[in-house]
């Protein structure tokens, strides 16, 4: 069983359009990161949010931390082709593992 | 500054076969991590290092052994190749401490048949 699940698990959508992945769990995490991983390559961080509630912002991506530290979301604004990619989320508890979600593939058709 | 390297990028075993997966970093990172990724589960760890000398489990040990004698390498080793190993490998290494970014190589394809 995976302790992080992302929905939706695929996404195709016009480029223009607005979207957002979810990453739930059932369990507390110190600090929960965003990865975008292209075919072929290793995942790259996006960013890393640590404080219950917070909302970072990266260009058109909106990052949001749950308030009791268990889910997370990614929006995106006015998709771009240069978007596409594999999305995983990654929550970090005590015992210095990263426990990784099951990914959301995402196509922005131009 | 290479960052994180993983040899070889591709590789065939026949079932029972053992090889090793390279991962070196050259950023002087305390910590690094072997996952496997797998179609529609993300990644999941099996080993990690907090430093040299130091390894420990994570999600799916089993049928692999690591050790980290230096700082800079932590390779990966498949004791008895079994097609449930197929899968692209991946290492990764990260500062350590509060520091949470962590730095991924570019993968390893493994295929056992």
């Known amino acids: 069983t995976q302790l992080l699940e992302q929905s939706p698990q695929f996404l195709s959508i016009q480029e223009g359009e607005n979207l957002t992945v979810y990453c739930n769990s059932s369990s507390v995490f110190s600090s929960l990161q965003w990865y975008r991983q292209e075919p072929g390559e290793g995942p790259v961080l996006l960013v890393t949010v640590v404080t219950g509630g917070e909302v970072k912002k990266l260009k058109r991506l909106t990052f949001q931390f749950g308030d009791a530290r268990k889910d997370s979301s990614l929006h995106i604004t006015a998709a771009q082709p240069g978007d596409t990619g594999l999305y995983l989320c990654a929550g970090f508890r005590t015992g210095n593992q990263f426990y990784f979600g099951t990914g959301t593939s995402l196509t922005v058709i131009p | 500054n290479a960052g994180v390297t993983q040899t070889p990028k591709f590789q065939v075993l026949k079932t029972g076969q053992s090889m090793t997966l390279q991962c070196a970093q050259d950023m002087n990172h305390e910590y690094m991590s072997w996952y496997r990724q797998d179609p529609g589960m993300g990644l999941r760890l099996i080993h990690y290092s907090v430093g040299a000398g130091i390894t420990d489990q994570g999600e799916v040990p089993n049928g692999y052994n690591v050790s980290r004698s230096t700082t800079e390498d932590f390779p990966l080793r498949l004791l008895s190749a079994a097609p449930s190993q197929t899968s692209v490998y991946f290492c990764?290494?990260?500062?350590?401490?509060?520091?949470?970014?962590?730095?991924f190589g570019p993968g390893t394809r493994l295929t056992v048949t």
């Open positions: 990764a290494s990260r500062r350590g401490g509060t520091s949470y970014e962590q730095y």
